[in-house]
């Protein structure tokens, strides 16, 4: 199977500043329609996802990423509701600040097994989804190309868990932008990393404006 994960375009909850999930995401802004608009350009021009499987987040902000990019790979998207950010439960639709008063300081690595407001997820509880959807991809998708419109917790999640990386906290900060494309392989039981946070097809606008990659909007280590 041959991964190519890619973050959501640049999302209007942002703009208000809001923790969005399904019922809490406006979608895309202008400019991240823009971002999504270059990214189907660019596998229109490159056919390096022609036939591939395109699954994506319900969240609004990935979903529309994903339908920007369904006519181009000539693909429908299938919605996969385990490619979501950390579920943020009771916390959806709150402003940061919000968030902040009611529910203090989200910090996932001392706190692992902490839900992340009521009905939402721990940190421990979401990599074990990533996990589990990971192993779910590459034991239905042997010898296929997936395109899976996801969230930049997912990718880094993803990261850190096939790279074997330790979750102490003090690792480098990773960040994907935003339609960035991530690549694995996985054959013969091994994952392999192609590429990571390839955002050619953005230009000289790379990086871009800056967006939280974490409900509350706390930096990740990893």
Same mark, same amino acid.
């Given at each position: 199977?041959?991964?190519?994960? &890619?973050?959501?375009?640049?999302?209007?909850?942002?703009?208000?500043?809001?923790?969005?999930? !399904?019922?809490?995401?406006?979608?895309?802004?202008?400019?991240?329609?823009?971002? #999504?608009?270059?990214?189907?350009?660019?596998?229109?021009?490159?056919?390096? #996802?022609?036939? #591939?499987?395109? %699954?994506?987040?319900?969240?609004?902000?990935?979903?529309?990423?994903?339908?920007?990019?369904?006519? !181009?790979?000539?693909? @429908? !998207?299938?919605?996969?509701?385990?490619?979501?950010?950390? &579920?943020?439960?009771?916390?959806?639709?709150?402003?940061?600040?919000?968030?902040?008063?009611?529910?203090?300081?989200?910090?996932?690595?001392?706190?692992?097994?902490?839900? %992340?407001?009521?009905?939402?997820?721990?940190?421990?509880?979401?990599?074990?989804?990533?996990?589990?959807?990971?192993?779910?991809?590459?034991?239905?998708?042997?010898?296929?190309?997936?395109?899976? !419109?996801?969230?930049?917790?997912?990718?880094?999640?993803?990261?850190?868990?096939?790279?074997?990386?330790?979750?102490?906290?003090?690792?480098?900060?990773?960040?994907?932008?935003?339609?960035?494309?991530?690549?694995?392989? %996985?054959?013969?039981?091994?994952?392999?990393?192609?590429?990571?946070?390839? #955002?050619?097809?953005?230009?000289?606008?790379?990086?871009? @404006?800056?967006?939280?990659?974490? @409900?509350?909007?706390?930096?990740?280590?990893?």
């Amino acid at each position: 199977m041959r991964l190519l994960l &890619v973050r959501h375009g640049y999302s209007e909850h942002v703009r208000r500043d809001l923790i969005a999930d !399904v019922e809490g995401c406006a979608g895309l802004a202008p400019h991240g329609l823009d971002q #999504a608009r270059r990214l189907a350009a660019r596998f229109a021009s490159s056919g390096r #996802a022609d036939d #591939a499987k395109l %699954f994506s987040s319900p969240v609004p902000r990935a979903r529309q990423t994903a339908d920007v990019l369904a006519p !181009v790979l000539g693909a @429908p !998207v299938i919605d996969m509701a385990d490619l979501r950010e950390l &579920v943020p439960g009771a916390a959806d639709g709150l402003s940061r600040a919000e968030y902040a008063e009611k529910y203090g300081q989200f910090d996932p690595m001392s706190e692992p097994t902490r839900p %992340f407001s009521p009905g939402g997820e721990s940190w421990n509880e979401f990599r074990t989804r990533v996990e589990k959807t990971l192993d779910l991809l590459a034991r239905t998708n042997a010898g296929k190309t997936v395109v899976a !419109v996801s969230h930049a917790g997912f990718i880094v999640v993803a990261m850190r868990l096939l790279l074997g990386m330790s979750h102490t906290g003090q690792e480098a900060f990773l960040d994907p932008v935003n339609t960035a494309i991530t690549e694995w392989t %996985f054959e013969a039981g091994r994952w392999n990393l192609a590429r990571y946070n390839d #955002a050619a097809h953005l230009g000289l606008e790379w990086p871009g @404006p800056a967006e939280p990659s974490t @409900p509350a909007g706390q930096q990740r280590s990893a």
